[in-house]
């Protein structure tokens, strides 16, 4: 479907991050693919990504953005991966079918947050608390898809994987779980589908 190229079909220029991203500049790349895909998206002045925002955002950019990212962390890191992972928690036959139904979407959050590291021990992790490092689990960046304005960089991960602002210790639970499902979606929408074999992420 696209080349292997920096290509925007709004003409951003992202050879910035591609040479973060090379040097392994993951914090920096972080902020940038935030600023760059709220460019992409008309959302500066919101400084968030809505559901609409998201379902209508440009295929190329988004494939531009995960590739740099996959390639950049061979396949460590990018919103293939998150989706990846996603899919095999939400398409797992052994939820109980005893617990209702948002239960188990609960459930599957936490799991989810847990196998890329933002929920650890119990608790959602800070934007300051991630691990800017190669080292950290399959999926834990970008973080940025989901920003919301909940507050300045202390505000719980999940804060920003939500549609609307959180308040307190509300972390905005089955809104949050659309906007990975909706990740999915638009993923597939646009032909981006992960391709690499279970076993390489799961070494």
Not at 119 to 134: Q, S, Y
Not at 179 to 186: C, E, M, Q, R, T
Request: proline share 3%; aromatic share 10%; charged share 20%.
């Amino acid at each position: 479907m696209f080349e292997d190229s920096l290509e925007s079909a709004v003409d951003l220029d992202y050879s910035q991050l591609h040479h973060l991203l090379l040097d392994r500049q993951w914090q920096a790349a972080d902020q940038e693919t935030r600023k760059l895909m709220l460019t992409a998206a008309d959302r500066e002045q919101d400084g968030w990504l809505d559901r609409k925002s998201l379902n209508s955002f440009p295929c190329t950019d988004l494939y531009t953005i995960d590739q740099l990212w996959l390639k950049s962390s061979q396949k460590r890191f990018g919103f293939s991966t998150q989706q990846y992972l996603w899919d095999n928690i939400i398409n797992n036959p052994k939820a109980s079918q005893k617990t209702s139904q948002n239960q188990r979407t609960s459930d599957k959050i936490e799991q989810f947050g847990e196998l890329l590291g933002l929920r650890v021990n119990g608790n959602w992790l800070k934007i300051n608390e991630l691990t800017f490092d190669i080292s950290a689990p399959q999926g834990h960046l970008p973080s940025t898809l989901f920003a919301v304005p909940c507050g300045d960089e202390e505000s719980p991960v999940i804060g920003r994987w939500c549609s609307s602002c959180c308040v307190g210790e509300l972390f905005c639970g089955t809104l949050w779980a659309w906007g990975i499902s909706d990740l999915a979606s638009k993923m597939i929408s646009c032909g981006l589908l992960y391709t690499t074999k279970a076993e390489t992420l799961t070494q």
